[in-house]
């Protein structure tokens, strides 16, 4: 009874955080360089549907990923009118499968695939020093390479999966014209991993955004030991952020 209570107030909360139509000009005006109308879009780690309705308000064709059970069936109902949204309920990961997703009623937007994020992560960022892994379900595991064999490449592909996104990038082999990947201080070394993959994959130039920022750090994207090196020194300061990738030879983008 305490977790469905727990889960209730933090889904509460979570709408009020990330659900406010108010968020949708400053995504859109982020995204907006990224995102073409036409584009396929993956939103792995969809959670409310906030960047999802931004791709889809932009014109794109979005296929956002979501596990969790009470979040995907928000996440339909809130693009129930999006014909170009399609929903899935699976995770990503580095092969096809099942695995355990462990949540946190209080903190729905959190799930992870990732024993060794979820061990560590209370004990290097103090704001997930609360998190209770208390619950757990198994879901069905897909890949990158499995998606874009079903849906085509997709144009732009963001990623938000609380310390498995580097092993979501070992099930792709091959580079995509852009993607963001979420960062948090204390796997600062997930970053890393991140950045040698996709430059292991193409000649990428990068971007940040701290935190909730809606807007990119730089006017001009930098190489990949400036962006290692702006997380190492900033990642405590900015708590968490994400990290643009796009490809330099790619199609350009204005």
Known sequence: MRQRVD???????????????WRQPGLRRLYAPLVRPGMTVFDIGAHLGDRTQAFAGLGAAVIALEPQPQLQRYLAWR???LSAVTVLGQAVGASPGHASLAMSPRHPTLATLSSAWRRDIGGRNAAFAQVNWEASIDVEVTTLDALIAR???????KIDVEGHEAAILEGLSQPLPALSLEFVA?????????????NALGDYEFNVVAG???????????GPAAVQAWIRQNANR????????RLIDGEPIE
């Open 212 to 222: 909730e920022a809606r807007r990119f750090e730089w006017h001009q994207w930098m």
């Open 79 to 81: 693009v129930r009118g």
């Open 186 to 198: 204390g796997g600062e070394a997930i970053a890393e991993r991140c950045l040698a993959r996709l």
């Open 151 to 157: 849906f085509g490449i997709p144009g732009f592909c």
């Open 238 to 245: 900015v708590g968490s952020g994400d990290l643009y990738a």
């Open 7 to 21: 889960g209730i107030r933090g889904f509460l909360r979570s709408l009020l955080i990330y659900a406010g139509p």
